[in-house]
């Protein structure tokens, strides 16, 4: 199920607790629990609703404009089928947050090592983890595609070999592409690969850019901009006036800016 990223910003504050679909099955069960890119998101009801049953209350529920925009949306695909009614709630942070960051000791290693290495015996291309990794070591925040012709594979079958590698907490996403997490450098170091990333000047130091998205990513990036202290260093009209940034990710900013006791340069918007 896709959910735009205003609209996941918007469950996790609790602004929106339902969603609707056309499907001709449900295709969630109650319970189900997303990852998403603001952490867990469980469904909590799927429900068959009459299209002419709707409201102005659930647009709001929804997040829609109105009534009338939800009701178009529903109708833009796919207009034969029934209406389903999605009950959404924040259910926390992403568990493999936690993972990633937990330097693993000599014990977890062995058993990180051992998954690794089945992962490299299933594999009908032959080994793969390790050169993954250290790929993603050298080249971070590089396009999936860009990756996947360095290891002469296709896109889909590249990002898919790194969700299982990001299961174990060992990479993590970003707006674009990835990143080796402190789980996975350890792997790599306990057995010795040579690590570029290592000869590397060390990173900017202080808090990361929230995900924003990637257009707005490369519009800050471009602007030597890659921590949250360089973006309080700007005005709000600033941040908006760059091709890219549009009202998400400023809000995402701004969000992120609070929590990290910052603002703008010239103050709450």
Do not use: C
């Not at 607790?17 to 069960?29: E, G, I, Q, S, T």
């Not at 790929?135 to 360095?150: M, N």
């Amino acid at each position: 199920m896709q959910i735009r990223p205003a609209e996941l910003a918007a469950i996790r504050a609790g602004d929106i607790d339902v969603a609707f679909r056309r499907w001709d099955r449900p295709r969630l069960k109650i319970g189900t629990r997303m990852r998403t890119a603001v952490g867990l998101v469980e469904v909590t009801s799927v429900d068959p609703v009459p299209a002419e049953s709707l409201t102005a209350a659930d647009a709001r529920r929804a997040g829609a404009a109105s009534l009338a925009a939800l009701r178009q949306g529903l109708d833009r695909l796919h207009p034969e089928r029934p209406v389903y009614r999605i009950g959404l709630r924040y259910a926390g942070a992403d568990p493999r947050q936690a993972l990633r960051e937990a330097v693993p000791d000599t014990a977890e290693i062995d058993a990180i090592v051992a998954g690794l290495d089945r992962l490299d015996r299933a594999s009908p291309t032959g080994p793969w983890t390790r050169t993954t990794l250290l790929l993603i070591d050298e080249l971070p925040a590089t396009r999936a595609p860009d990756l996947a012709q360095r290891m002469s594979r296709d896109t889909p079958s590249f990002k898919l070999n790194v969700r299982k590698l990001k299961e174990r907490g060992l990479t993590e996403s970003l707006d674009i592409g990835y990143r080796l997490s402190a789980r996975g450098a350890a792997v790599l170091d306990h057995e010795g690969h040579p690590r570029p990333a290592q000869a590397r000047s060390a990173p900017e130091p202080g808090t990361p850019l929230p995900h924003i998205g990637a257009p707005a990513t490369r519009a800050l990036t471009a602007h030597g901009v890659v921590r949250l202290e360089q973006v309080a260093a700007l005005s709000e009209t600033e941040v908006k006036a760059l091709h890219g940034v549009g009202p998400y990710a400023v809000d995402r900013l701004r969000t992120a800016l609070t929590e990290a006791g910052l603002t703008f340069r010239d103050g709450p918007g």
